[in-house]
């Protein structure tokens, strides 16, 4: 597995789902908890700005709003880097939305992966058609979220 972890960049972008499986100790969080270990802030691991939006909202849809307050305190504590928006970014994600059959969301995720030279740790289908475009390192899937 360490093998896998390797990053020619040295840079990971966690996807919003990559997020949830540490969270909910789903399938691929020890993945997810080594990366962070080994990496943290020091070397580069990111999320894109809106996944803080997301792993809120999907919390607060699953477990109601003081769990997500909760655990979007303890996502803040980890060892992360947050890429905020700005011009060069949304232009990038704007190609990517018009170019691929990828949520909002996603095309921001994807974008800051790009911009960082970095490999995106998910466990999200959609991302496959980027395979070309960006480094991807997927987690076990699962059933899609609603």
């Known amino acids: ?22 969270h909910q100790d789903e399938p691929g969080a020890e993945e997810v908890e080594t990366i962070l270990i080994q990496n943290g802030k020091e070397h580069g691991v990111w999320i894109c700005f809106i996944s803080l939006m997301e792993f809120f909202y999907i919390i607060q849809h699953e477990a109601g709003i003081e769990n997500a307050r909760h655990s979007y305190a303890s996502l803040k504590q980890l060892p992360l880097m947050v890429m905020e928006s700005d011009e060069e970014l949304g232009l990038i994600a704007a190609d990517i939305k018009a170019s691929y059959k990828l949520s909002l969301a996603d095309a921001w995720i994807a974008a800051t992966t790009e911009r960082l030279g970095a490999k995106l740790i998910h466990k999200d289908h959609e991302f496959e058609q980027l395979k070309h475009r960006i480094k991807l390192q997927n987690l076990p899937y699962k059933n899609a979220r609603q």
Do not use: E, I, P
């Open 1 to 22: 597995m360490a093998s896998n972890l390797s990053n020619s960049t040295g840079y990971f972008v966690l996807d919003t789902s990559a997020l949830l499986t540490l």
